[in-house]
């Protein structure tokens, strides 16, 4: 039986923890530590009882170390949410909020269904793993495209067109008058027999037998490694034949090229410069020299993005297309995107004639604002999307909360909204971060303030904690989430 091979996200590990759980031999897991801190997918901090309890890393923890047999002096901390194929070894890397998880499959088959939909939405596509020393391919990217887009649009296929006699087609009049049997009446021509032109599939066309043939060979892969069911994916057997029987592999990508040239179809020009990169990079999932990922080191930014949709982010929304509680006033730009509100800071300086000149440089932008009413009451909301484990416990210590500059910053939003909120009678303003939770419910989790800050008639942050389950169904299905169900 394979070892299921789950890390969790900034869980601290000893090498001989990962030892255990890779089912390999100390040689062989160093070996693939080594390739995993060199593509950015681990990291090192020295080996102590206070970071064995972090659910976070710090950049000036990180060691840069190499990794040696028998070594307990570090920790190793997997910074990466998703799917890794390194050395013949499937890892499972699943979100660091999951603290209880002792089979995370299907809490991870839900959220590679999400960084998919993610990567999708953002037009990610990464067909190679980049780092400043090297570049590999990444063959479980490539299969996943492929079969994605297979589900999507089917197998790839070519066109002919063939002459029927009395067919429903167009009738080719050239060819019909040329070519067959007329009959005269009143001086008038008849034709018994008309010719016409239907344009088919054609099933034995090269590239949709080689792209069937990489389909199933793909589908076959992911079943060796334990991934078809994780991916949440169909197996696909489409046809019987090999790559070897459609030529040399330099004579395979010599037809793909051509076909490429005379290809103007978008998609299909995408598929068979995969399946160019597939064949050129031949390789198996659990081929020693194989380093393929499916995920990202910044499940951050996809929390963010969740966060957004089923929140209806509302900051690039037109004033014009608000649902304010009276009219937007006339001094405001009816196009002009909400966020377009907050002050961007003013340099300015003197020439050496003495003119004063100004330039304006980037302000802060929050992470999502919804505007609308709820039980008769309308709201202004300022969130913060924060991917944090924090702890707020009466009998132990505060850790994992969001720092001082996220603190700071979300008074700010109000700040910069306060006088637009006012102008336009809101009946209630909140502010709220918004963080994961493994939990069913959402959980009210206390708030912060800075009382120099309260004093300015802002209201403190409110901390919720969101069932990442429940939020990536919504995510997934392109619903909402009740906001009075926040209990701001």
């Excluded at 080594?34 to 659910?55: D, F, M, P, R, T």
């Excluded at 034995?204 to 991916?231: G, M, N, P, Q, V």
Aim: charged residues 25%; contains cysteine.
């Amino acid at each position: 039986m394979k070892p299921k091979r789950y890390v969790r996200e900034q869980k601290r590990y000893t090498q001989e923890e990962l030892t255990k759980i890779f089912g390999l031999s100390e040689e062989e897991t160093v070996s693939i530590l080594k390739a995993l801190k060199e593509y950015g997918i681990l990291k090192a901090v020295k080996y102590s009882e206070q970071q064995k309890n972090l659910s976070d890393l710090v950049d000036d923890d990180i060691e840069i170390a190499d990794v040696e047999v028998g070594e307990n002096e570090y920790l190793y901390v997997f910074t990466f949410v998703g799917v890794v194929a390194v050395s013949g070894c499937v890892i499972k890397c699943y979100p660091k909020y999951l603290l209880d998880a002792k089979d995370p499959k299907e809490e991870l088959k839900q959220v590679l269904r999400v960084i998919e939909r993610y990567n999708t939405k953002n037009q990610i596509i990464r067909m190679y793993n980049d780092n400043m020393e090297s570049t590999a391919f990444n063959l479980l990217a490539v299969i996943m495209f492929l079969l994605q887009d297979y589900y999507e649009y089917g197998s790839y296929s070519n066109t002919e067109d063939i002459i029927e006699s009395n067919g429903a087609g167009d009738i080719l009049w050239d060819k019909t008058i040329n070519e067959t049997f007329t009959l005269l009446s009143n001086n008038r021509p008849y034709y018994p027999e008309l010719l016409t032109k239907k344009r088919v599939n054609d099933e034995f066309d090269y590239f949709k037998r080689l792209h069937d043939c990489i389909l199933t060979k793909c589908s076959k892969e992911l079943e060796a490694c334990d991934l078809i069911d994780l991916f949440d994916i169909d197996p696909v057997v489409l046809s019987d034949e090999e790559l070897d029987d459609f030529g040399e592999k330099e004579y395979i990508l010599y037809r793909i090229q051509n076909e490429l040239n005379v290809q103007f179809n978008t998609r299909k020009q995408l598929v068979l410069k995969t399946i160019y990169a597939y064949i050129d990079h031949s390789s198996n999932l659990d081929d020693t020299d194989c380093f393929s990922l499916f995920g990202t080191n910044s499940f951050n930014l996809v929390w963010e993005n969740v966060c957004a949709e089923i929140l209806n982010n509302q900051l690039k929304t037109p004033l014009g297309s608000l649902k304010l509680p009276v009219p937007l006033l006339d001094k405001y730009d009816r196009t002009q995107a909400l966020e377009t509100l907050i002050d961007k800071p003013i340099w300015s300086d003197t020439d050496k004639n003495g003119n004063v000149f100004t330039r304006e440089s980037d302000t802060l932008i929050p992470d999502l604002i919804s505007v609308g009413s709820s039980n008769g009451q309308s709201y202004f909301i300022i969130f913060d999307a924060k991917y944090y484990n924090m702890q707020l416990e009466s009998n132990k210590p505060l850790r994992g909360q969001p720092g001082l500059e996220s603190v700071t910053k979300q008074y700010l939003y109000q700040l910069a909204f306060q006088k637009f909120i006012k102008e336009h009678n809101f009946d209630t303003v909140k502010n709220c971060f918004l963080m994961p939770t493994q939990k069913d419910e959402i959980i009210e989790k206390g708030q912060v303030s800075m009382e120099m800050l309260d004093g300015l008639g802002l209201e403190p942050i409110q901390n919720r904690l969101i069932p990442a389950k429940k939020a990536y169904e919504l995510y997934l299905h392109g619903q909402k989430l009740d906001i009075s169900s926040l209990n701001l």
